[in-house]
Every structure is written in C-alpha cells, then in structure tokens.
C-alpha cells in the first residue's frame, strides 16, 4: 500500500528562530516552485529576510500573496540562465536587502526521454538551466561572501546525481555536475568562512511533480524504491535547508544531504 502525507499542517515548523540563529540573516533564495516556496516560509518563519527570484512573475505574486502583507519578502522578476543575471540578482539583493548572509538556489527543469532522443539544443537548455544558473548566482554570492568572510550557499541537487535513473540523462548529469561543483566552491572557500553544501531529494510531492506522479503506476512504482514506503513533501526538505544556513552548521561543508525516505540506500 501507497502511504501519503495528506495533511502537512502536522509536520513541524521551524519557529525558534532564537535557537536556528537566522533572525535577522539576509537571505537569497533563486526558484519559487514548491521546494524554493517552501523554504521561502520556512526563512520567514526564522526571522530571516528574503529575496526571492524567478522568471515567473505569476509565482512570485502567488508566494508573496501567502506570505502576506509586512511579510520581510521582496520579489525580483529574472531569468538567471541569462548571462550576467546572477551577478545583477546578487547586485540587487545586497542593495534591498542590505547585504547577503545566505544563497539557496532551486531553479531547475527535467525532461524524462531516453538519451537517444535528445538533441544538442535540449540537453544544452536542461543544463543551462539547472547547472549553469547555480555556476552563475554562486559565483556572485561568493565573491561578496568570500571578501566578507562569511556565508552560506546551498544548492537544491537530487538523488538523480548519484542514481543512474533511465530517461533523467540531462537532469542526472546537470545534477551531477552541480554536485562536483559544490565540493570546488566548498574546497576553495571554506577558509574564508563560507561553506556551500547541497541538498539532495528523492521524489517529493510538488506542483512540478504531480502530473507525472498521476500517470498510471508511476507512484507506486518510486514508492517501491523508498524505504520508507511513501514519498517527500517539501516541509520536510526546509529543516535539513535551515540547519545547513545556520550557524550550527558552520563546520559542514562539502556535503551532499540526501533527503530521500533511504531511497539511495537500496
């Protein structure tokens, strides 16, 4: 049997914003889909101010709208697969919000097909956007944080980096990529007192992944995967996301936080 969680409202919510250490904490998340919205709340909830950035000014209305009026939120309208957009979104977050003390990158796109089906324009757009985005917005989030000492950076990756799943060959590499990537930014940094980590999810339940979990026998054959018998939602992906920004966290780097119910394990 298939089990769900059907009421997220029960899952615990980060409100010790005390004891996370983020009050205050300027924050920079680029991705507004159901994770990024997510961890969006979750930064709020911990005192945090936040930047959000998409390309998709209709998302950044409807999760500014459920943050609500007063709400420490400002929106920006960007595409970061455009040269230069990571640097100008960075530019723009330190003067609105004063400075950066956090990035979390959760642009990303797949496109399930076999490899043999793919031209060089699709890979190339798949990569762009999930690897290059992440190169581009890191990269201008490090140098502020490098020349100030301090900061966090985390990249949403997923099991599909490490999984050689059939029909994810863009995505697994993109992910991959962003994987190795991460350890280079980690490697180099760490002595300016930045660490920059990755977060990896199995299957989680979002907007973005509902039309495929829906064709038949797709959910239950991932569940089958799981050893927890049952899929992610994106709550449960926003802890693991806080810790790794907070100051609890500042002798962690390097590492890739497999959020997956023990899909990796099997």
């Known amino acids: 049997m298939v089990q769900t969680i059907d009421d997220t409202s029960s899952l615990p919510r980060p409100t010790n914003a005390e004891w996370l250490g983020l009050d205050g904490a300027r924050v920079l998340v680029a991705g507004s889909g159901g994770i990024g919205e997510a961890c969006v709340h979750g930064f709020l909830q911990a005192g945090a101010s936040v930047m959000l950035v998409d390309r998709d000014q209709s998302r950044l209305d409807t999760v500014a709208a459920d943050a609500g009026e007063g709400a420490a939120l400002r929106t920006m309208q960007a595409d970061l697969t455009d040269a230069g957009a990571g640097s100008s979104v960075v530019d723009a977050t330190l003067t609105q919000l004063g400075g950066l003390d956090v990035l979390l990158h959760c642009v990303g796109m797949n496109d399930r097909r076999p490899v043999l089906d793919f031209s060089e324009d699709e890979w190339d757009r798949i990569i762009r956007t999930n690897l290059s985005s992440a190169f581009g917005v890191a ?118 936080m497999y959020i997956d119910g023990g899909r990796t394990l099997v």
């Open 139 to 256: 990269q201008a989030a490090g140098r502020h944080m490098v020349a100030q000492q301090r900061g966090r950076i985390i990249m949403l990756s997923s099991v599909s980096g490490l999984l050689a799943h059939k029909n994810h060959a863009p995505y697994a590499a993109s992910k991959g990529g962003m994987n190795q990537m991460m350890r280079v930014m980690a490697a180099e940094w760490a002595s300016s007192g930045v660490t920059v980590n990755a977060i990896a999810p199995g299957y989680i339940e979002t907007p973005l992944t509902a039309d495929y979990l829906a064709k038949p026998g797709i959910r239950d054959g991932l569940v089958a995967l799981v050893p927890a018998g049952r899929l992610g939602v994106p709550d449960e992906v926003v802890g693991p996301i806080l810790f790794l920004a907070s100051p609890h966290a500042q002798f962690l780097t390097g590492h890739v």
